[in-house]
T-cell receptor, first 113, second 115 residues
């Protein structure tokens, strides 16, 4: 009965590879997000989708491409991985038109070697 | 743009001590304010929130009051436990142009409680 789930939990890969992280929410929310947490624990918004439409894109390199096949899923694909992409990536969701509370997934720790 | 500033960590306290973690914000308008907690190896959990001035959010013995006059949302707990050891994030809700909502976080404060 997990509300927001992410796979994988850990991802270790080499520079230059392409990888994807998947997120699913069973809360019936319309809006989903990707946040990046760097090594100093600082959290910053990357993208947001509302009902499969991109509504926030915060100057993220175009090697990062989010995709939302339906409003319950938001995936993050990263091309040509770089050392600086190492971070924890969090997915979150929110009920559009409801409160501003966002519910977070457990995070995916990406390590680029 | 909107921003959140938290007190620098890490903070180390003994069990049953009083806790305050300061949080101030800069925003246009009156955003909703949040405290999220991240336990070791886990994701972020909502701890408490307040949606308007003078509202007090509370949960698990933690409290924070939305102070418009000082643009603050300080987190307090009267008697901390070892299990409260975690990283605490203050955040505000930013509705930018077009109304798209996002959370803007402070830098996080690592709290360690010693028995």
């Amino acid at each position: 009965d997990t509300a927001v789930s992410q796979t994988p939990k850990y991802l270790v890969t080499q520079m230059g590879n392409d990888k994807s992280i998947k997120c699913e929410q069973n809360l019936g929310h319309d809006t989903m997000y990707w946040y990046k947490q760097d090594s100093k624990k600082f959290l910053k918004i990357m993208f947001s989708y509302n009902n499969k439409e991109l509504i926030i894109n915060e100057t993220v390199p175009n090697r990062f491409s989010p995709k939302s096949p339906d409003k319950a899923h938001l995936n993050l694909h990263i091309n040509s991985l770089e050392l600086g992409d190492s971070a924890v990536y969090f997915c979150a969701s929110r009920e559009a038109g409801g409160s501003d509370t966002q519910y977070f997934g457990p995070g995916t720790r990406l390590t680029v070697l | 743009g909107d921003s959140v500033t938290q007190m620098e960590g890490p903070v180390t306290l003994s069990e049953e001590a009083f806790l305050t973690i300061n949080c101030t914000y800069t925003a246009t308008g009156y955003p909703s304010l949040f405290w999220y907690v991240q336990y070791p190896g886990e994701g972020l959990q909502l701890l408490l929130k307040a949606t308007k001035a003078d509202d007090k959010g509370s949960n698990k013995g933690f409290e924070a009051t939305y102070r418009k006059e000082t643009t603050s949302f300080h987190l307090e707990k009267g008697s901390v436990q070892v299990s409260d050891s975690a990283v605490y994030f203050c955040a505000l809700s930013d509705r930018g142009k077009g109304g798209a909502q996002k959370l803007v976080f402070g830098q996080g404060t690592r709290l360690t409680i010693n028995p």
